[in-house]
């Protein structure tokens, strides 16, 4: 039997089309009317503000001045930066040194306690709140405050110490222990990633596990063999996060040193050296250098972290990332 041919379909009418460019045309309006708080957000809190201080890193500028009167100097900022003042790397090693030492201690402390909690006993959701309770109080000054007390000669932690005959430190005044004060209260604020070690941990499928233990794996095989390949996503996640919250660490400093960075700069960080130049010395040129010199060198650590990713996170769908 011969196939008719199918007839065409007639365009839709002229006003039908302009009705539905007309209906789409009100659905962008509407979706721009829901996104311009974000929108204003973006331009008056970041994208001007960003752009105000490039041009500012470039002039002697002050608060205390229009903006329109700051002398235009080029590169001398960057110059004396670099050159000129050596607090700065003072305050580069110091940074450097917070987060290669805090940012591992803190991802372990977190995944150790991920591991203890990703099990079934009563209580469970009782004390998976309180090892997020500290990240959730985060860098508060409140926090900082208790910790300098806890802290002191006369602290809670020289009396533990006393009652086993140990003579503590002025931890926060000793330019010894100091930083390594400040550490210790980076990695006990290891509730956030430790949440996500423990969302990452469900995904991880039993019968793996099983299999293993079947095999003969024990219990640290099985760790290094299936939970971290498992789990490498999740901590190049929590890598990337910490890394630049351990870059950015600034309230715990300030408090703990009273915004001097002391004793003797130990725990003078990046930021709390940007703060004291552009709103204790007024030198607001100068801090905004640092603070681009800053974003260029934390995105540039990020792009290293994502380049080396590839060669040890490992997804499950074998796809490229």
Not at 154 to 172: M, R, T
Request: no cysteine; net charge neutral; proline share 6%.
């Amino acid at each position: 039997m011969p196939v008719r041919p199918t007839e065409p379909v007639p365009p839709p009418p002229a006003a039908t089309r302009r009705g539905g460019r007309g209906r789409r045309r009100r659905e962008d309006v509407a979706g721009y009317v829901f996104l311009s708080p974000w929108l204003l957000g973006l331009m008056g809190i970041t994208a001007i503000p960003m752009v105000l201080s490039l041009y500012l890193s470039f002039t002697d500028y002050s608060p205390l001045i229009d903006v329109g009167e700051a002398e235009w100097i080029g590169l001398d900022n960057y110059r004396e930066m670099f050159t000129a003042d050596p607090s700065y790397w003072h305050a580069v090693r110091v940074t450097v040194t917070f987060a290669l030492v805090a940012v591992p201690l803190k991802l372990a402390a977190a995944l150790g306690v991920a591991l203890l909690l990703n099990r079934a006993f009563k209580g469970i959701a009782f004390f998976r709140g309180m090892f997020y309770l500290p990240s959730l109080l985060g860098g508060s000054v409140a926090v900082a405050i208790v910790w300098r007390s806890m802290f002191n000669r006369e602290g809670a932690v020289n009396s533990f110490l006393g009652f086993f005959g140990i003579e503590g430190a002025p931890w926060v005044n000793d330019p010894q222990w100091a930083l390594e004060t400040l550490m210790l209260l980076a990695i006990w604020q290891f509730g956030a990633p430790m949440v996500i070690f423990l969302a990452g941990l469900k995904q991880v499928p039993a019968e793996l596990y099983e299999a293993a233990a079947v095999d003969g794996a024990g219990a640290w095989r099985q760790f290094t063999h299936i939970t971290l390949p498992m789990l490498s996503p999740v901590i190049f996640f929590n890598l990337v996060l910490e890394t630049i919250h351990g870059f950015q660490g600034f309230t715990s400093a300030f408090v703990l040193s009273g915004g001097t960075g002391g004793p003797v700069d130990s725990t003078l960080m990046y930021t709390l050296h940007l703060y004291n130049k552009g709103f204790v010395e007024l030198n607001m040129g100068y801090a905004s250098a640092m603070a681009w010199v800053f974003l260029l060198v934390v995105g540039l650590i990020t792009v290293v972290l994502f380049n080396t990713g590839k060669f040890w996170v490992h997804y499950s769908d074998n796809e490229e990332r």
